[in-house]
């Protein structure tokens, strides 16, 4: 039993932005792939830890959630620009409703996002804080 615990820290991607750098355009990519779009074949993509740093470039306030995420609404899901360039989608938290606004600096942070039944495997993953200042 004491590997559980342990066994999602052996998967780098889950507690960590690792997304994919093209060595031939410098383009970065999350999440990763297998082709660079730009560069098609000609491109070498190699693992890139992002640096989970960005700005809100819009959001939306959820306040009629899923099943899975009912007790959690009022919740704000955002799409953050990273710095170095991908746009994901994610969910802000540590922030009040009345604060967010678009152009916020946010950083990721490693979360729980679920729990599978009430003795079931614990998700983590990341969603995203306002930057201290």
Known sequence: MSSIPRFWRSIRSRYNLIGKKCLTCGKVYFPP?????????????TDYKLKG???ILTFTVIHVAPEDFK????????????????KITTQIVNCKL?????????RAV???????????????????????A
């Open 98 to 106: 009345e604060e967010i606004h678009i152009g916020m600096r946010v």
């Open 33 to 45: 792939r297998t082709i660079c779009p730009n560069c098609r074949r000609k491109g070498k993509l």
């Open 71 to 86: 007790r959690q609404a009022p919740y704000i899901m955002a799409i953050v620009k990273l710095d170095e360039g991908p």
């Open 110 to 132: 490693f979360r729980r996002i679920k729990e599978d039944g009430s003795s079931g495997i614990i998700h983590y993953g990341y969603k995203f804080e306002p930057c201290k």
């Open 53 to 55: 740093e960005g700005k």
